[in-house]
């Protein structure tokens, strides 16, 4: 059992702060679940009086011997690691169901190893990604997410001096909080070594054999050439295997996808699907991201000079788009659904069949929907707008606003209503 050590630097509030300061007090255990190195740690450790760290050796066999000596703590308790003695998560759903009192236990790890139980009604997962754009501290928001999602269609405005070149250095830069401060080379470091304890460390933990590391780290690169994109998994797989006669089975690579996304390492938005009549032949497959699109850059060897070369490397990027334009979208993708989710708002992708429709995020709350699309262009013409337009005339009332974000220089509201909003300006 620790506490936590002095002189650290001083904690950045993140959003998901404000969902802790509303629910922790209302819920007896929350889980903060996400990728490793997203800050899970260091927002628990803000708001817990003890902690037990599951990755200190000592401290596992306490929790080994008896995972219940947590009930003893002092509250609130941090359980950090806590997929390293997995019967520590079901002590914690068997405490609370004899004291449901708010406030008691928050656990960080990953998804729930195999043979847990969920504890749906007792442990409440709370999701938490890398570091969104406004939660990277380089330019003052100036558009409320939750302003746009009221309806009311509020002026917008704003002016920044982030242009294209800034958000390529933070697509490479990434959001995780422990590497923002490294240089080039040791950030490629960093991320190559965290990619590769993927493969070698957390697959095997999670339970599946890794026989052919290569083989895995193939198919990862094919995921990230596909950032923002709808391609089919055999499309994937296909390009994973270009040239190469020994292909993985179909249901080698459906494992790999399905613990990925369990480890949040995948984190793919799924298709937006209505009851409404005037929507039809919609398209379910989902849009793909990973955790963080600097994991994408890395995977596919592509730096700032690259990039802005329009050079997607030697993976195709599929439907012949721009790897540079996907990546920004999955940039954009880390601002939206974090402030979606602090709204309580659920974030989805439309494409019709056939790809004659595509709204890049569409928002629901209450019924009603947020759309965004994402345009690597700092001016918005009628074209940028159309799919926008037309999801307006098909939804009518129940469409809140319409936005499109951009790289441009100011933020503003177009004749036909549609809000176009610099992705550097867009805050919670």
Known sequence: ?????????????????????????????????????????????????????????????????????????????????????????????????????????????????????????????????????????????TVSFAEL??????????????????????????????MRHLSKRALQIQLDGYLQRIVDHDLPEAGIAVRRPAAVL?????????????????????????????????????????????????DPIDAWTTSRNTFTRLSLAPKHHLADPALAARLLDRTRQHLLAGDNGPVPVPNDGSLLGNLFESLAALSIRTYAQAAAASTYHLRTEQGRHEVDFVIEHDGKVLAFEVKLSADVNNKAVEHLLWLADELGTNLLDAVVLTTGPEAYRRNDGVAVVPLALLGP
């Open 1 to 141: 059992m620790s506490t936590r050590a002095p002189g650290r630097n001083p904690y950045i509030r993140r959003v998901i702060d404000e969902e802790l300061d509303l629910l922790f007090p209302e819920l007896p255990a929350i889980l903060l679940d996400g990728p490793k190195a997203v800050g899970k740690t260091e927002t628990a450790l803000q708001r817990c009086a003890t902690v037990r760290r599951l990755d200190v050796a000592a401290e596992r066999a306490v929790i080994e011997a008896d995972p219940r000596v947590v009930w003893t703590d002092r509250k609130p308790v941090l359980i950090d690691e806590w997929q390293r003695v997995p019967d520590v998560f079901d002590a914690v759903r068997g405490l609370v169901d004899h004291d449901s009192t708010g406030g008691q236990y928050l656990l960080t790890g990953s998804a729930p190893v195999r043979g847990t139980h969920s504890g749906a009604g007792r442990i409440t997962p709370l999701r938490m990604r890398p570091l969104c754009f406004s939660e990277r501290d380089i330019e003052t928001p």
């Open 149 to 178: 999602l009221s309806g009311r269609r509020v002026a917008v405005g704003g002016r920044t001096s982030i242009g294209l070149e800034s958000y390529v250095d933070e697509i490479i830069a990434g959001g995780f909080p422990g």
């Open 218 to 266: 193939a198919w990862l690169k094919a995921y990230a050439a596909a950032t923002s994109t709808s391609a089919s998994w055999e499309t994937i797989r296909k390009a994973a295997t270009s040239g190469v006669d020994n292909k993985p089975a179909r249901d080698t690579t459906i494992a790999y996808t399905e613990l990925l996304k369990g480890l949040r390492i995948l």
